[in-house]
């Protein structure tokens, strides 16, 4: 079983930045595909950022522009860079690893969620 364990959540104002960090219990990222989605207050889990083993990534529409994927060299762990933050990224944001099937992401393990919350 793969453990996933976010860090770097946090408060922050408007137009500020945060990193989120996802490390994996095993270095499997060769592999498999990994994800971030995030939760708002209310609302349903949202697909936010995936990068293919060969380091392609694609966002959400709504964070295009603002928010980035990464690997870490050693391959156990995925960032998500988070800049020019809005009151509307506030979620709960969780990292996942899986696999696509063509175009289709589809997560196999989840980490615990990081929260991040974006005054304005």
């Known amino acids: 079983q793969v453990q996933l364990m976010e860090s770097g959540g946090g408060l922050v104002q408007a137009g500020e930045s945060l990193t989120l960090s996802c490390e994996f219990s095993?270095?499997?990222?060769?592999?498999?595909?990994a994800a971030w989605y995030r939760q708002p207050p209310g609302k349903q889990r949202e697909l936010v950022a995936t990068?293919?083993?060969?380091?392609?990534?694609n966002y959400a529409d709504s964070v295009k522009g603002r928010f980035s994927i990464s690997e870490h060299d050693t391959k156990n762990t995925v960032y998500l860079e988070m800049n020019s933050l809005k009151p509307e990224d506030t979620a709960v944001y969780y990292c996942?690893?899986?696999?696509?099937?063509?175009?289709?992401?589809?997560?196999?393990?989840w980490g615990q969620g990081t929260q991040v919350t974006v005054s304005s």
């Open positions: 996942t690893l899986g696999t696509f099937i063509g175009t289709n992401y589809y997560p196999n393990s």
């Open positions: 095993t270095n499997i990222f060769t592999v498999n595909a």
């Open positions: 990068l293919t083993t060969g380091g392609t990534a």
